[in-house]
């Protein structure tokens, strides 16, 4: 089976600062713009994640998750090591965000959509399926910032779901909506798999990590502890958080 | 070259969220576009009160257009000043106020500042309009220059965006940037010719001669200041009627190219990490 994503010996620093100096005055008086210790936030970071699967990241909180999520989706640049990708990517860390709040619905349909990478034609094409599937197709001329978070939400996670990139890369926002627009939520990201098209996931929820990953990584402290199958992965971390305790 | 192809690829994201801009600033507001006008009309009745007015501030006659009218005059050189004003000081903070979207959605950064350059500049281009109309009513012939004043515009639109790219990363990490270019902003402004005519410099520094026994004049170091070559392309174009001075032009040409790459340059050098220095 092809890899979809490639992820080599990725390192990522922080730098806690103990002395920041933002602003010029402190800058000069101090002749240095900082004091700082460095905090790897990932380290040593490989596995590749093959083409067709949902793969998710787990671990415990603080231990790199989001990071290496957020060096995937290309906010963060890694210091050292490598990340390649076969197909277009797409990143779903947070919904509705470049949302204007004084812009209709419609408006920010295509807002978001040419942030997220789109091009016009495609948002036309796709408009009425991304209507449909929020739901919220009765205020789609409302302002937004009138809209309840819920429709708020559903809305920016449609217009997401729409970009239908090879490679979907979510951090945990399936907890928001209701029961029903998650369950379409876990329904869109079957068709997603049953296309061929790879989902990469965090989640701190075991019970949906069981119910839609083929194949799972567990992180803690910026190191890999285990990469494999679902159900050993999982029972492995479970069983380290007991001894924890 | 490859950054030019990426810049190519999100022109349709820089056209909506310049699209954000310029309808989500008026929204819900009765006059709608007419209140990006109100801005300098305001300065315009207040500086020629006072200094057409109470200090008698008499510019040359438009050679040939033999335009004599002072609010006219000075709105040629205001409304360049005042978009390219404008566009520094909303363009200084344009990558921390969208701070959420830098850290949540992977896309191509110098959007951010130049969507600012291109909704100012929209607004810009509806001022110019009024003020070509309000020329050609007392009896400017305008007409013919428009095509190379919309070239000058885009000069001046590069020359202010090469500066606000790199205003808007310093403000990433000095975030007194912003503060900095109030005062700034006002100091340049004076030494702009907007209120007053150059003549009046070239008198003065004719009448100092060379500063301290040197060559070089107060005038010199005066033209040091790229604002003195557009306003004064801009005048020449609008309210004279006339073919631009070569060196002036030549002028805009150079710190409009110098001013865009060094801005992309450094915007380059910084864009990867914005998201953590946020």
């Known amino acids: 089976m092809s890899e979809a994503v490639r992820i080599e010996d990725v390192s990522k620093k922080f730098r806690l600062y103990h002395e920041r100096n933002q602003t010029l005055k402190s800058a000069i008086m101090r002749r240095r713009r900082s004091v700082h210790e460095d905090f790897w936030a990932l380290q040593d970071v490989s596995f590749s994640v093959p083409q067709g699967s949902t793969f998710g990241l787990i671990g415990s909180n603080g231990s790199g998750k989001s990071t290496l999520l957020k060096c995937l989706a290309k906010i963060y640049w890694p210091d050292k090591g490598s990340i390649a990708y076969d197909g277009r990517m797409a990143a779903l860390l947070e919904v509705g965000s470049g949302f204007h709040h004084e812009l209709s619905g419609r408006e920010n349909i295509y807002l978001n959509g040419s942030i997220l990478g789109m091009s016009k034609k495609e948002i036309d094409r796709k408009f009425d399926e991304i209507i449909d599937f929020s739901g919220v197709e009765k205020f789609i001329d409302q302002p937004v910032k009138n809209y309840s978070s819920g429709m708020y939400v559903r809305l920016g996670f449609s217009v997401a779901i729409s970009v239908q990139p090879d490679i979907l890369i979510v951090d945990e926002v399936l907890a928001v909506g209701d029961a029903e627009f998650q369950e379409k939520c876990f329904a869109k990201f079957r068709d997603y798999r049953e296309q061929g098209r790879t989902v990469v996931l965090v989640s701190h929820s075991m019970g949906s990590v069981r119910a839609m990953c083929d194949q799972v990584a567990w992180l803690n402290k910026g190191h890999i502890m285990q990469v494999g199958e679902t159900a050993s992965t999982i029972a492995a971390y479970e069983k380290s958080l007991d001894l924890g305790r | ?278």
């Open chain 2, 1 to 278: 070259m490859n950054y030019i192809k990426e810049l190519l690829a999100s022109r349709e994201l820089l056209v909506n969220l310049t699209l954000r801009e310029v309808k989500g600033k008026y929204r819900r507001t009765i006059f709608g576009q007419l209140w990006s006008l109100a801005n300098p009309l305001a300065a315009m009745l207040v500086y020629t009160f006072v200094f057409s007015f109470i200090f008698q501030i008499r510019p040359d006659k438009g050679d040939p257009s033999g335009l004599n009218i002072f609010a006219l005059w000075l709105l040629c050189g205001l409304l360049p000043w005042l978009f390219f004003s404008n566009v520094l000081s909303l363009g200084v903070s344009s990558l921390v106020s969208n701070a959420a979207l830098i850290q949540k959605v992977y896309f191509s950064r110098v959007v951010l500042p130049l969507s600012q350059v291109a909704a100012r500049a929209f607004t810009w281009l509806f001022e110019m309009g009024v003020l070509v109309v309000a020329l050609a009513i007392v009896g400017s012939f305008v007409w013919p220059w428009l095509p190379l004043v919309l070239v000058v515009m885009l000069l001046l639109a590069l020359f202010a965006a090469g500066v606000a790219l790199a205003l808007a990363v310093m403000n990433v990490y000095f975030r007194d940037t912003e503060h900095f270019l109030t005062i700034i902003l006002q100091i340049w402004m004076y030494l702009t010719p907007i209120i007053y005519p150059i003549s009046l410099v070239e008198t003065q520094s004719h009448n100092v001669g060379g500063i301290f026994g040197t060559p070089i004049t107060v005038l010199d170091l005066y033209s040091l200041n790229p604002m003195v070559h557009f306003v004064q392309v801009f005048r020449e174009l609008l309210y004279d009627n006339r073919w631009p001075s070569g060196d002036a032009m030549l002028a805009c040409v150079l710190w409009a190219i110098g001013s865009f790459t060094l801005g992309l340059i450094i915007f380059r050098r910084n864009e990867k990490g914005l998201a953590e220095a946020l």
